[in-house]
């Protein structure tokens, strides 16, 4: 059996060993091209070495192996990560449990690795989409280190592919500072609402807790401030507008699928471009509409 993927930094594919365990094959740098060989060694350096910095923070992760290819068939430049499979993403898991002390617990092991690594000063970040977590020996995991987003020696943060000059510092405050507190309350909203089983100021509780009152302080508006954002939507409000809609979802005034709609069109490209002017200005006309 295999089975192929396209996602957006690999193309994906999936077999079975003689074993019968289930392992997932990533191949880098056909969909975003990487450069040269010299560029590719060092994505694989920083690739392994994400690996080993969760380890030392004491984030629990399924480990990979990375090997350098020559792939003259595609004239480019790759690597390959090789994995074994976790069946119980933690997006599925959520979906799926209807005890609100669990899905808490769920919740918290998600909260307690961004804990370690903004605790680490970003030695690494982790990116918050719930599918990049699952259920591994009974835990809460990580799996996805692609991009291998962590603090270089030198003191400055690596992100891949170099977001360009008007986004650079909205894609790196997002990822190696407390502003990540937005993705990471959008992304529990994004699930969450559906089922609605955790309040909404229980979670931004949660995000208090583990990440400290600056976290909380991003992810706190009121009515007012919805207003506000939607009557002048700004190219860096992307979270904000998922946010608004997960909260709008949890009233009743917004489906879930219309929430899932809400973050395709405010989707960040894996480019690390801006999302489209229009496309937010068109998130928030729709919310606006729900608030009249």
Not at 20 to 48: T, V, Y
Not at 70 to 96: C, I
Not at 125 to 144: A, C, E, Q, T, W
Not at 218 to 223: L, N
Request: aromatic letters at 12%; one cysteine or more; hydrophobic letters at 40%.
């Amino acid at each position: 059996m295999k089975t192929q993927f396209r996602g957006s930094y690999a193309n994906i594919s999936l077999s079975r060993t003689p074993s019968n365990k289930l392992i997932i094959k990533k191949i880098f740098g056909r969909i975003i091209k990487i450069k040269n060989k010299k560029d590719a060694l060092l994505l694989i350096q920083l690739h392994r070495g994400f690996q080993e910095k969760a380890k030392k923070l004491r984030i629990p992760v399924v480990s990979s192996q990375i090997s350098f290819i020559n792939d003259d068939y595609n004239k480019s430049t790759a690597y390959v990560e090789k994995q074994l499979f976790v069946h119980n993403n933690l997006t599925t898991v959520l979906l799926s449990e209807k005890n609100p002390e669990q899905v808490s617990k769920l919740v918290n092991e998600y909260l307690k690795m961004f804990q370690k690594t903004w605790e680490s000063g970003f030695a690494i970040s982790l990116d918050p989409y719930i599918g990049n977590f699952g259920m591994y020996n009974k835990k809460v995991v990580y799996f996805d280190f692609f991009p291998p987003r962590q603090l270089l020696p030198n003191g400055s943060f690596f992100d891949w592919p170099e977001p360009p000059k008007e986004s650079r510092a909205f894609i790196l405050a997002r990822h190696f500072s407390p502003e990540q507190s937005l993705i990471i309350y959008a992304q529990l909203l994004r699930v969450l609402s559906k089922n609605k089983i955790l309040k909404t100021t229980y979670i931004k509780d949660l995000i208090r807790k583990f990440l400290g009152n600056q976290a909380f302080s991003y992810i706190d508006f009121s009515e007012r401030d919805y207003i506000k954002i939607l009557k002048n939507v700004q190219l860096y409000d992307a979270y904000l507008l998922r946010i608004i809609a997960g909260e709008l979802c949890y009233r009743n005034l917004l489906t879930h699928d219309e929430v899932k709609y809400i973050f395709r069109i405010t989707h960040i490209p894996a480019t690390n471009a801006l999302p489209k002017k229009e496309d937010l200005k068109k998130a928030g006309t729709i919310l606006l509409e729900r608030l009249d």
